[in-house]
């Protein structure tokens, strides 16, 4: 079993840049692909970013591709989420999320098992 918690979050102007904590409990972690997604108002839970159990693969969507970089730290048992050149489109929820031991990095939320319990993230124009 792992459990997640987010932080991090917050209101930064539209430019500014956030960096996101998501700290897992649990033995085995470092077997875990993990991914963030996000949930603005009244939209649909979008794939954001994900990373492979050792942090080489790393896969992100179009809309946050060049500003947005994901990392982890298995030592501390957490994962990142830096945003840089955030846009006010980037308001949302984001959520941490982890698959189970020995699944890898996916884009695919069905393919999670462990989710957060979020962190707003608000970008004001």
């Known amino acids: 079993q792992v459990q997640l918690v987010e932080s991090g979050g917050g209101l930064v102007q539209a430019g500014g840049s956030l960096r996101l904590s998501c700290a897992a409990s649990?033995?085995?972690?470092?077997?875990?692909?993990m991914g963030w997604f996000r949930q603005a108002p009244g939209k649909e839970r979008e794939f954001v970013a994900t990373i492979s159990q050792s942090g080489n693969g790393r896969y992100y969507a179009n809309s946050v591709k060049g500003r947005f970089t994901i990392s982890r730290d298995n030592a501390k048992n957490t994962v990142y989420l830096q945003m840089n050149s955030l846009k006010p489109a980037d308001t949302a929820v984001y959520y941490c999320?982890?698959?189970?031991?020995?699944?890898?990095?996916?884009?695919?939320?069905?393919?999670?098992?462990?989710w957060g319990q979020g962190t707003q993230v608000t970008v004001s124009s």
């Open positions: 999320a982890g698959r189970r031991v020995g699944g890898s990095y996916s884009y695919t939320e069905g393919d999670y098992d462990y």
């Open positions: 649990g033995r085995t972690f470092s077997g875990n692909g």
